[in-house]
């Protein structure tokens, strides 16, 4: 009894998991431009707004480990090879935070104590 109690626990956990990162994924591809992309040299932002899409909504309405994973899967490799080389090629490429200058610090320019 003890053991189905965490398991069903763990199945929750693991599906807030896996649908919350399909929903930044998609966000994230649904934000970028269409040009980025193809300068990026990488699938169209339609490509990636399908097969994020679909994995959401698999999500959703089939909770099956087995698909939870290949959609985490195509999340993954989004934010790890395709978000980050949008981000160069839109300017923001220093960082999660957009671009800047080598002086910035976390509060704003370093102006030399100025």
Do not use: C, H
Request: avoid cysteine.
């Amino acid at each position: 009894m003890l053991r189905a109690g965490f398991d069903s626990l763990l199945n929750l956990v693991m599906f807030l998991v896996f649908t919350g990162f399909a929903v930044a994924a998609l966000v994230f591809a649904a934000m970028a431009r269409e040009d980025a992309y193809r300068a990026a040299d990488k699938q169209t932002k339609k490509f990636w707004l399908i097969v994020l899409g679909v994995n959401l909504v698999l999500n959703l309405l089939l909770p099956m480990l087995f698909l939870q994973i290949a959609g985490v899967i195509a999340a993954i490799v989004f934010m790890v090879d395709v978000r980050p080389a949008l981000a160069q090629v839109s300017g923001g490429g220093r960082g999660p935070r957009g671009g800047g200058s080598s002086s910035d610090g976390p509060y704003g320019p370093y102006n030399g104590g100025r």
